[in-house]
């Protein structure tokens, strides 16, 4: 057990963690090597009295997995992300399963790809009475609670964003963002920005402390979901309009390495893969943007982050402070990345790393300590781990495996396929061709719905980390390996046509359900700006799409 000078240690390690005292870099890691400390001096006496372990995941949105590792995460202070690293296990190779909010919760929640799920966008991803791994734990035993973003079922978001997804085969091409933009609030005091991700970590928070104080031996299982670091919506564009807006404060922006924030490469626009052009434009970023815009915008976005991380830290507070931290597994992941500017976009709907590349830190008792794990993963295997995790066994057929071999001291890691590639869709919109990744080795595998008439892209993410040198016709033969292995995962040319078959007629449905009113509508989603220079063109670009004349 922890002895007396351990908790006066424990106490005057916390008192530099109040998000109000504005700390430095030296005091954090002053407080993870407490930590370190700590956990060497009190052992796993917890665990040993305890059958199963606690679990505690903290998803947030659209963090970028890079910044949890070196070297990017030297460009902002993120101490508890940092602590996870120190006392646990970071996947340098963790990829989200589909890029965009809903699709990737629905596939972490329900351990299968997202096109087994037909998940196809915002608007149509699980039924509510799906399964999930949480609900498994609650039948076996375990106190749960689900706090904050959960977004894995049918029916969410906003009409433009399912319209924009359903007609993204018309032939128009519309701005349907606002122009990101970076915005300062505040001074150097202001630390909560996003009220609704501060209410929510209080609200686990206090669910930890109540469910700690309890006398019943059962272990529990905590979700929080963040809505940071997502950009914020721009208001200013109505009730329809998306989110363009990074938004912090001077407080957080101190947390920013300011003199390591690059501007990214980009290539011209006449040069872009049509696809990835599309997107640019869909997302109101071909405009001319000078390197202080850009570099504002991807400062805030790392601000953002490190807001993120003080609510993860808030979280392992309340565990230590409520004696469970030993006895408790800690899952920081989040459900897609952010481009910041990079490939000339913002937001995520690309395959591109900034988009795709999510954290996944996992600490916990019997895990190894300080360990990066090479291995390619993605959100899928987290349903597995967690189920062996609480020893429940998997049902159903899943898409992922669990990660525990690669995590435990005990337990061998036998299967030599784990790990050999990542498996990510998308079918949503701001893209006007579905989209399949698959990465293997050191390369990365970009496909589309129209097979190879659409031109496929490669990258060698060891001689290319910024992914702009398409090497497709100069490796036919890793192509050809790639594709085979693709296909034998997913027929993607069939799950490509089952999306259009479901985009007209779910865009046809909606559309009757308007009846007179559907010019009115349709005119006024957040693409209006454009619509409106030619609203009639663009209905009957709708027309030849849906019904062919």
């Known amino acids: 057990m922890p002895t007396n000078k351990s908790r006066m240690l424990f106490r005057r390690i916390f008192s530099f963690t109040s998000i109000t005292s504005g700390g430095h870099e030296a005091v954090m890691n002053i407080i993870v090597l407490g930590f370190i400390f700590l956990s060497q001096q009190c052992g796993q006496s917890i665990c040993q009295k ?39 296990s970071t996947f340098l190779n963790a990829y989200t399963n589909s890029p965009i909010c809903c699709p990737s919760r629905a596939a972490m929640w329900s351990g299968q790809y997202v096109h087994l799920t037909q998940s196809w966008n915002n608007y149509k991803c699980l039924d509510a009475n799906t399964t999930t791994w949480m609900d498994l734990l609650k039948e076996n035993g375990y106190r749960t609670k689900m706090i904050g973003k959960l977004d894995y079922t049918s029916g969410a978001h906003s009409v433009s964003n399912r319209v924009e997804a359903w007609t993204r085969d018309v032939q128009f091409l519309l701005r349907q963002e606002g122009r990101p933009v970076s915005e300062l609030v505040g001074n150097k005091s202001t630390v909560k920005i996003m009220s609704k991700d501060w209410e929510n970590t209080d609200k686990a928070t206090q669910w930890i402390h109540q469910t700690a104080a309890s006398t019943t031996p059962e272990p529990f299982a905590l979700y929080l979901g963040l809505n940071l670091p997502h950009p914020y919506k721009t208001e200013s564009l109505g009730p329809t309009a998306g989110g363009s807006i990074f938004r912090t404060s001077p407080y957080w922006l101190t947390k920013v390495n300011s003199d390591l924030i690059s501007v990214p490469k980009w290539l011209p626009l006449a040069a872009m893969h049509p696809v990835d052009y599309y997107s640019t434009f869909t997302k109101n970023c071909s405009g001319v943007f000078t390197d202080d815009e850009v570099k504002s915008i991807r400062a805030f976005y790392y601000a953002m982050c490190a807001e993120t991380d003080a609510m993860l830290g808030q979280v392992i507070s309340a565990l230590r402070e409520t004696g469970v931290l030993n006895n408790t597994v800690v899952i920081f992941t989040a459900d897609h990345g952010e481009l910041a500017m990079e490939h000339r976009q913002f937001y995520k709907m690309s395959m591109f790393e900034g988009s795709s590349h999510v954290p996944l830190l996992i600490m916990g008792p019997g895990l190894i300590s300080g360990q990066q794990v090479n291995q390619l993963v993605s959100l899928v295997d987290l349903y597995p ?9 998997a049902v159903g057929n899943l898409s992922g495996q669990s990660l525990l071999p690669l995590l435990s001291t005990s337990i061998a890691f036998s299967n030599q396929q784990q790990g050999a590639w990542a498996f990510s869709e998308y079918h949503g919109c701001n893209v006007n061709a579905s989209t399949y990744m698959l990465r293997s080795d050191q390369w990365k595998y970009i496909t589309y719905a129209d097979g190879l008439s659409v031109s496929a892209q490669l990258f060698d993410l060891t001689l290319d980390k910024d992914e702009l040198h398409n090497v497709v016709h100069k490796f036919p033969d890793v192509q050809a390996h790639l594709e085979k292995l693709l296909r034998s ?38 693409w209006h700006v454009d619509w409106q220079k030619d609203a009639l063109a663009n209905e009957r670009a709708i027309d030849k799409w849906l019904y062919g004349y």
């Open 489 to 526: 995962i997913v027929d993607y040319p069939k799950v490509s046509e089952a999306v259009h078959v479901y985009n007209k007629k779910a865009f046809g449905a909606w559309r009757l359900s308007l009846g007179r009113n559907y010019s009115q509508v349709i005119g006024n989603l957040r």
């Open 50 to 88: 305890a059958s199963k372990p606690n679990i505690v995941m903290v998803m947030s949105d659209a963090f970028d997995g890079r910044l949890s590792f070196d070297p990017g995460s030297k460009l902002v202070q993120l101490p508890y992300t940092n602590y996870l690293r120190q006392l646990g």
């Open 385 to 393: 781990t967690v189920l062996e995790i609480a020893g429940i066994s």
